[in-house]
């Protein structure tokens, strides 16, 4: 019963480099999200995914991109890398109509760029 | 745009007494929904409970209620009977009922940090 699974759980880049965090949900969940985890933020969405195929932004999509190629799963892109995107990012997952109000959550990816 | 403010950056309490963490949020809608999430330090967000708008009975669970007061744009949660295992991250997060409109985001506040003494 894995539920929500990110990769990878760490990763350390440098400015300008590139890379994706790949989000799995095996629950058939309609919808799913990018957020990022800032000390004193809270959490503020990035992406989601209402749909295989669609994407839409959130609150602070600037620097990201995202994909859902396939139901289960959502990737997070970082073209770019900067420092300001230092970050714990974490996926979640839902049903759609009412049963958006109960999102899982995976357990989060910390990234820090240099 | 909605927003939600936790004013209480950090909360102690010794095991087995009781705490409150105060949560308030503006909105201009009259239907929405509203959430406490635990966050331990394994970094797992999870749901602790939630509360209906449209429901002027307050939520429980076990040992967690809210008070919800919909005109005042209050929702606290108290923890009865406070265990080692409720130290966390606690964050409020509101969603919106107009499935028309940007429902699909769930707005938190900025947490509160909550420790247990033994």
């Known amino acids: 019963n894995a539920g929500v699974t990110q990769t990878p759980k760490f990763r350390v880049l440098k400015t300008g480099q590139s890379m994706t965090l790949l989000c799995a949900q095996d629950m058939n969940h309609e919808y799913m999200y990018w957020y990022r985890q800032d000390p004193g933020m809270g959490l503020r969405l990035i992406h989601y995914?209402?749909?295989?195929?669609?994407?839409a932004k959130g609150e602070v999509p600037d620097g990201y991109n995202v994909s859902r190629l396939k139901k289960q799963n959502f990737l997070l892109g970082l073209e770019s890398a900067a420092p300001s995107q230092t970050s714990v990012y974490f996926c979640a997952s839902s049903y759609r109509g009412l049963g958006a109000n109960v999102l899982t959550f995976g357990a989060g990816s910390r990234l820090t760029v240099l | 745009a909605q927003t939600v403010t936790q004013s209480q950056p950090e909360m102690s309490v010794q095991e087995a007494e009781t705490v409150t963490l105060s949560c308030t949020y503006d909105t201009s809608e009259s239907d929405y929904y509203l959430f406490w999430y635990k966050q331990p330090p394994s970094r797992q967000m999870i749901l602790v409970i939630r509360q209906e708008a449209y429901k002027q009975q307050n939520a429980t669970e076990n040992r967690f209620s809210v008070n919800f007061q919909k005109a005042a744009k209050s929702f606290s949660l108290k923890i009865s009977d406070s265990q080692l295992g409720d130290a966390a991250m606690y964050f409020c997060?509101?969603?919106?009922?107009?499935?028309?409109?940007?429902?699909?985001?769930?707005?938190f506040g900025k947490g509160t940090l909550l420790t247990v003494n033994p």
């Open positions: 997060a509101y969603r919106s009922a107009d499935w028309g409109g940007s429902n699909y985001k769930l707005t």
């Open positions: 995914s209402v749909g295989e195929g669609t994407t």
